[in-house]
């Protein structure tokens, strides 16, 4: 949505700034309704198979939250890798032992 200034003529700097603020507005009612924050650390549980015929092993990594959207949240890991886990698979992983 394009804003226009008192003239009428369109004000790119007004439009940034208020879908900003809208940004920032839904990432706060996200961290809300979820009980995350961005900076987050979190340490999450995955499986992990050396070999095809090994038992898999757990390990514990820890996980750093960047942003939260609709249906899923954005972390990275130790080493840069990013994944997105959904909201329901995240919580599995958190309770995980």
Do not use: F, W
């Not at 900003?20 to 009612?29: L, N, P």
């Not at 992990?48 to 949240?73: G, P």
Request: some cysteine; aromatic content about 6%; hydrophobic content about 30%.
């Amino acid at each position: 949505m394009t804003y226009k200034n008192y003239e009428g003529y369109p004000d790119p700097t007004a439009s940034k700034a208020v879908n900003g603020v809208r940004k920032e507005e839904r990432q706060q009612m996200l961290e809300k309704q979820h009980g995350l924050k961005r900076g987050q650390k979190i340490v999450i549980t995955e499986m992990s198979r050396d070999e095809m015929h090994k038992a898999a092993k757990k390990k514990k990594k820890t996980y750093t939250v960047i942003e939260l959207y609709t249906h899923c949240v954005l972390l990275k890991g130790p080493r840069g890798i990013g994944i997105c886990p959904n909201y329901a698979q995240l919580r599995e992983m958190m309770q995980a032992e």
